[in-house]
């Protein structure tokens, strides 16, 4: 038997609509796993860096326990934990964090990038020489006696087989002349290099 009230009694109401000024389950649990990748990413920071990070002293101690945790199933049960902790960090804290870590990527990729240039052109001295008086005009103030000796001397090692002992000590002075003059000029001799 068809139910009288359903459909025609034309009866409206906005009383079983509920209008939720909260997020909703799915949002809240996207949010605390934001936060435990947070956490994990930091977790593969040295503890030096998470030292100097501006979070709560207990946030940091989490953090800095489950990095000594060797244990699988301990580490897991600490990273729960400092998932829990990051949810109670305010969201300009978290806002830090995420800049601070952003900040540290950023700047090791370039730090890596003009190590390996360095090394690009310690290698280029070491076969040719026009690189030493190319790296003359662009560096008047290196040392060419104590360039030339090392250049020699690490040519002699990887021909014996020995330590990398002047092989090392010209990327030294690579880095220090880079560190020493400004960072646009190195930029263009990189593209010289190349080309």
């Excluded at 459909?7 to 996207?30: A, T």
């Excluded at 400092?82 to 800049?99: F, H, P, T, Y």
């Excluded at 560096?139 to 090392?150: G, H, M």
């Excluded at 092989?167 to 190195?186: C, D, T, V």
Aim: charged content about 35%; hydrophobic content about 30%; proline content about 5%.
């Amino acid at each position: 038997m068809p139910n009288p009230n359903r459909g025609s009694c034309g009866f409206q109401s906005d009383e079983f609509e509920q209008e939720y000024d909260r997020p909703s389950k799915s949002q809240l649990k996207r949010e605390m796993t934001a936060l435990q990748k947070l956490g994990e990413e930091l977790l593969a920071e040295p503890k030096e860096r998470i030292k100097r990070l501006p979070l709560p002293e207990d946030v940091r101690d989490a953090i800095l326990e489950c990095q000594t945790i060797k244990s699988h199933e301990g580490r897991r049960r600490q990273l729960q934990y400092v998932g829990k902790k990051m949810r109670s960090l305010e969201e300009e804290e978290v806002a830090a964090v995420q800049k601070m870590l952003d900040s540290w990527r950023g700047a090791s990729k370039a730090d890596t990038a003009a190590l390996h240039a360095l090394e690009r052109r310690r290698d280029k001295l070491l076969k040719d020489d026009d690189a030493l008086t190319a790296l003359l005009t662009e560096y008047p103030q290196a040392d060419v006696q104590q360039l030339r000796t090392l250049i020699r001397n690490a040519r002699k090692e990887q021909a014996e087989n020995k330590p990398p002992k002047a092989y090392r000590e010209i990327f030294q002075i690579l880095k220090e002349l880079q560190s020493a003059s400004s960072s646009p000029s190195e930029n263009e001799h990189d593209t010289n290099e190349e080309e």
